[in-house]
Nanobody, 119 residues
Framework: QVQLVESGGGLVQPGGSLRLSCAAS????????MGWYRQAPGKQRELVAT???????NYADSVKGRFTISRENAKNTVYLQMNSLKSEDTAVYYC?????????????WGQGTQVTVSS
């Protein structure tokens, strides 16, 4: 079965940095797109950043200039480099992967990793 293994979450001070990783495996299809979403207490899950297999990226306005999404296709891994972290970045971050193509894909979610930004 498809597995998404997330890592890199933790507790950091405001202004600090973290890098999240998500490694996907188990699908007979190639990865079309990968991304990160987050959910803060009392709020709905929201898009943070996405990247397609071709390298096109999309970011939430709240993280532009601070976060960078990247991928290593050979490793089926997506990263989220988070710099200049703020308390409002505190949330559970979920990896999202789409296997297939734009015409047909299967979507999977990671279990989430906690990011806490606090002094």
């Amino acid at each position: 079965q498809v597995q998404l293994v997330e890592s890199g979450g933790g507790l950091v001070q405001p202004g600090g940095s973290l890098r999240l990783s998500c490694a996907a495996s188990g699908s007979r299809y190639s990865i079309f797109a990968m991304g990160w979403y987050r959910q803060a207490p009392g709020k709905q899950r929201e898009l943070v950043a996405t990247i397609t297999s071709g390298g096109s990226t999309n970011y939430a306005d709240s993280v532009k200039g601070r976060f960078t999404i990247s991928r290593e296709n050979a490793k089926n891994t997506v990263y989220l480099q988070m710099n200049s972290l703020k308390s409002e970045d505190t949330a559970v971050y979920y990896c999202n992967v789409k296997f297939g193509s734009i015409a047909y894909y299967r979507e999977y979610w990671g279990q989430g990793t906690q990011v806490t930004v606090s002094s």
